[in-house]
């Protein structure tokens, strides 16, 4: 999509801001949106120059890192230029000694897991979509099976370089897990969808390797089987890194604990927690490998355009596993995720309508509400996800209006893609 | 401001007057003082050189209450502070002259302890070991625990995002703190998060946790509880000096341990410590761990095997093994009360609050130890050395001439020390009133700027705790970016430029 504001002056601009502009293509669409321009800038001082040209002439900007997610939250209304992230892409410090990494959002998720590992070290967070940056895994807020034991993007961020909507760059936190001087920046960034500022690098706190990790399985006949086995696992003493649930459209499910740490303290601990599921389960095993499907979704996530599935986000109180897994069942849907926590992931199969959807949603979003949660739609067919509210209520939705006024008053920034229409 | 004429003899603004009018009805009496000497009462927090009485005090019962008060305050453009147990020691709930001090003691209720969902409900007031007592028959706790856990507020602890020992391990306030009913600085009441994770537009709370108030007050806070473990080993280790401990710590750490806490204390806090509490650390020791392990039996039986050979090779004279709560306490009580007992062995001090990465302790601590010798000013030095929070004391005796000043400026090179390092000038005090001019050393213009974007968005009035945190706030009607003259504040005299 080009748009009037696009004028070749405007070219111009972008084009002497960063070395790398080409027009955009279809393969670069933004849910749908094609963009005028694509600017690949090489550092954070490009990317300030592309927002200080894109200010002056009042266009939109939608920031791209591996382009994993480009068609989660909403489709932006408008799209002049797709920032494209994905040079910016090294890691710049690994201080092994203080367990942090600094890196630029553009790196892989994966290229960073490889750095810190070779010094013993990870970050505690999930690839759930392969190829991901870190900047799109902050910028979506994505979250596998390990945030049982230390949390989400949210708890592992410690600093934040961002470039304002107006060019300005602007860090916050730093170098220090324990830091309280000044406004954490990096939590509102954190699933923000690029509405509030392109986020260039990030400064994470790691954890060390375990030794050694262990997943035991239980097969469980229905849902209060699944919703009672997670709550015998959390309710124990054997810290588990992970509590996942897999269930599917029918037949039995399936509750995965995590035990990691060393080989004596792992193998004790995955006793314990066979003996704890033996009590409702069909059958409980116990091995080294992650059971199929890994830290992913319950979707294809390399499936484009009617090919996606409809899919959902589920959040609860961890009471409320049970009747989520029956509603989300009785509306058709395969859910996996974090039942420890209180959070999930649900598909409706590709090709399903947009009534059914509907439906799903209503029900699912009423079950989730009651438990203290909420559903949201990822991803979904552009038909089926025009028929959707996607973000559903949004409580303090007048705050965040604020925030977004201040950050971006000309709402320039991935304009549309996230809730209330910021 | 002009003032008038109160039948009680105290002179107070119209807009005071009108705040007060709005409440009363509302608030109970004895909630509402405005009188001079009551006033005094509540003239300072846990930082007493700073003291400034508020122009009227206001202690609501419930969080309707509250939102009555800010109501009241927003109508009439009057600054109010939020003030929980007033344990804070960087002046974050020190009053507004002109402003009104809403004291959450009196919302002290734990609402719900939800152990199916590992959740507490908790009003603002409620002191944060009483989570902790009523979560433990539940098989519960509540993790994060500063010092002053037996007296700060969760409230408090919200907005100052202040955590404690168990932050190595279990994560800050923040991480903690799933939801919460917020009152703008309009005084509409908003929920922010929940019981669930992941509420999904922007995440407002984490925004407001560590905001030392200065975008609104928490009414009601859902907190993470965590089951308590299978086991806990509390070990105190003696060594001869700083820089051997220190090495120990790091040993631990890069051998893959995280454990539940490592805090360190030298020498001259131990002898405060033993003066104080008498806790029995071991003799002639230059500096102490209290390193907790945690977990599972089996995991913890071996870290401890590891922990206990580290800090042998690292030059450890004595190691003592918490046999039973009672002695768990004991080494605990040292710890805790090291600020207090300070006390014991100087007339006056300063709690510094700094991080450092963890790998400049050694560095840091010698300078510190320079810093002392070439000022004549005494440092302790307690600290979490696990993350690197440094608390030195800095001591001093303000009857003599000078000795404030020495120290303050032993103080404020100690804070240069950290930001040298890449460290941060608060770990878990926060900036408040006392350390707002060192913000720019930490951060630039435009991270300042974009830090003020939010309160802002928050707050256009700048009625909520103004003055704080940042040096020079900016107008919320100004365009950001660097200025060519003197603030509009400064200009008219109400604030200063640092």
């Known amino acids: 999509m080009t748009t009037e504001t696009l004028t070749p002056t405007a070219r111009e601009a972008v084009a002497s801001a960063c070395a790398d502009v080409r027009d955009g293509s279809e393969t670069d669409a ?28 009042g266009l939109s900007v939608v920031p791209r890192g591996r382009g994993t997610k480009l068609s989660w939250g909403t489709p932006p209304s408008s799209a002049d230029v797709l920032l494209d992230l994905s040079g910016l ?28 590992a070779e010094g013993g070290q990870r970050l505690a967070l999930d ?238 979003r009423e079950t989730c509400g009651r438990h203290g949660g909420a559903a949201v739609v990822v991803d979904a067919p552009a038909e089926v996800k025009a028929g959707l509210d996607a973000w559903g209520p949004i409580p303090a939705l007048d705050l965040m209006r604020r925030v977004k006024d201040q950050f971006d008053p000309d709402h320039r920034l991935a304009p549309g893609r996230f809730v209330g229409g910021i | ?15 005071i007057a009108a705040v007060t009018d709005a409440v009363r009805g509302v608030i109970p009496a ?170 999904p537009g922007y995440d407002l709370l984490g925004a407001v946790v560590g905001s ?61 410590a033993e003066a104080a509490v008498q806790c029995n650390y071991p003799d002639g020791a230059g500096a102490v761990l209290v390193i907790e392990l945690d977990g599972a039996s089996v995991e913890v039986e071996q870290e401890y095997v590891e922990v206990e050979r580290l800090c042998r090779e690292n030059g450890s004279f004595e190691q003592r093994l918490a046999v039973d709560p009672a002695e768990r306490a004991l080494i605990w009580r040292g710890r805790k009360s090291a600020f207090a007992a300070v006390g014991r062995i100087s007339p006056d001090y300063i709690v510094q609050d700094g991080v450092i990465p963890r790998t400049a302790l050694p560095e840091v601590l010698h300078r510190i130890a320079e810093l002392s010798e070439e000022s004549g000013v005494r440092v302790a030095n307690v600290f979490h050395a696990g993350d690197g929070n440094l608390h030195p004391l800095v001591l001093f005796d303000d009857a003599k001439e000078g000795a404030a000043e020495a120290a303050e400026k032993v103080s404020g090179a100690i804070l240069d020390l950290c930001i040298e390092h890449r460290g941060s000038i608060t770990g878990e005090h926060g900036v408040g009133m006392d350390k707002s001019k060192y913000m720019p050393r930490m951060y630039n213009d435009e991270d300042l700027d974009t830090m003020q974007l939010v309160r802002c968005a928050f707050d256009p009035q700048s009625i909520s705790n103004p003055g704080k945190v940042f040096p020079t706030p900016r107008l919320c009607g100004e365009v950001p970016g660097k200025r060519k003259e003197a603030h509009p504040l400064v200009q008219a005299g109400l604030a200063d430029a640092f």
Not at chain 1, 173 to 196: C, E, H, M, P, Q
Not at chain 2, 33 to 41: A, G, M, V
């Open chain 1, 30 to 57: 933004v849910d749908g949106v094609t963009p005028g321009l694509v600017a690949r800038p090489a550092d954070t001082a490009q990317v300030a120059e592309v927002m200080k040209a894109t200010a002056a002439h």
């Open chain 1, 89 to 116: 892409d090294e890691v710049l410090d690994h201080a092994a000694g203080d367990l942090i990494t600094v890196a630029r959002t553009g790196t892989l998720v994966a290229d960073l897991q490889q750095t810190v």
């Open chain 1, 127 to 364: 690839e759930t979509v392969p190829g991901s940056s870190i900047g799109g895994t902050l910028a979506a807020d994505t979250s596998g099976p390990r945030r049982v034991a230390v949390g989400t993007a949210r708890d592992l961020l410690i600093g934040l370089t961002i470039v304002r909507a107006d060019g300005v760059v602007a860090k916050s936190g730093g170098r220090v897990v324990k830091n309280v001087a000044g406004y954490d920046l990096g939590k509102l960034l954190i699933g923000s969808f690029g509405t509030l500022g392109v986020m260039t690098e990030a400064v994470f706190r790691l954890h060390p390797l375990p030794e050694t990790r262990r997943w035991v399985t239980a097969r469980v006949a229905d849902a209060t089987g699944v919703h009672d086995a997670v709550q015998a696992v959390v309710h124990s003493q054997a810290v588990p890194a992970a509590v996942e649930v897999e269930w599917p459209t029918f037949g039995e499910g399936l509750v995965h604990v995590l035990l990691e740490g060393r080989e004596d303290g792992v193998a004790g601990r995955s006793t314990t927690i066979e003996a704890v599921l033996a009590r409702g389960a069909l059958d409980v095993s116990s091995r080294e490998e992650p059971p199929a499907g890994g830290a992913t979704y319950p979707w294809d996530t390399d499936a484009r355009g009617d090919e996606r599935a409809t899919a959902f986000k589920l959040t609860f109180a961890l009471s409320g596993l049970g009747d989520v897994l029956t509603a989300a069942r009785e509306s058709g849907l395969h859910v996996r995720g974090s039942g420890g926590v209180g959070v999930a992931y649900a598909a409706l199969p590709a090709g399903a309508g947009v009534e059914a959807a509907q439906a799903a949603l209503t029900r699912v």
């Open chain 2, 1 to 15: 401001m002009t003032t008038t004429q109160e039948p009680t003899g105290v002179e107070v603004s119209p807009e």
């Open chain 2, 30 to 199: 004895a909630g509402i003082i405005t009188d001079r000497t009551r006033l005094r009462t509540y003239e300072c927090d846990g930082l007493a050189h700073y003291r400034v009485t508020p122009a009227l005090v206001v202690i609501p019962e419930d969080a309707a209450q509250l939102a009555t008060v800010i109501r009241a305050c927003a109508a009439h453009g009057v600054p109010y502070v939020a003030r929980g147990s007033g344990t804070g020691l960087s002046g974050g709930a020190l009053p507004h002259a002109e402003g009104v001090l809403v004291v959450t003691s009196r919302m002290r209720a734990i609402t719900e302890i939800r152990r199916a969902d590992q959740r507490a409900v908790v009003e603002p007031g409620v002191i944060n070991l009483d989570v902790t007592k009523a979560a433990t028959p539940e098989g519960y706790y509540y993790a994060p625990d500063p010092s002053s856990q037996q007296i700060c507020s969760i409230g408090g602890n919200v907005a100052e995002n202040s955590g404690g020992a168990h932050c190595l391990k279990y994560g800050f306030t923040t991480n903690h703190v799933l939801g919460a009913d917020f009152v703008t600085a309009e005084g509409d009441t908003v929920p922010l998060g929940g019981l669930a994770p992941d509420s």
């Open chain 2, 212 to 272: 030392e108030g200065t975008l609104g007050i928490v009414t009601s806070t859902t907190v993470r509880l965590v089951r308590l473990p299978e086991e806990v080993r509390t070990i105190l280790v003696g060594f001869e000096t700083t820089d051997q401990a220190g090495a120990a710590t790091s040993a631990i750490i890069a051998a893959g341990i995280v454990p539940a806490a490592i805090e360190m204390m030298d020498a001259l806090a131990i002898e405060a």
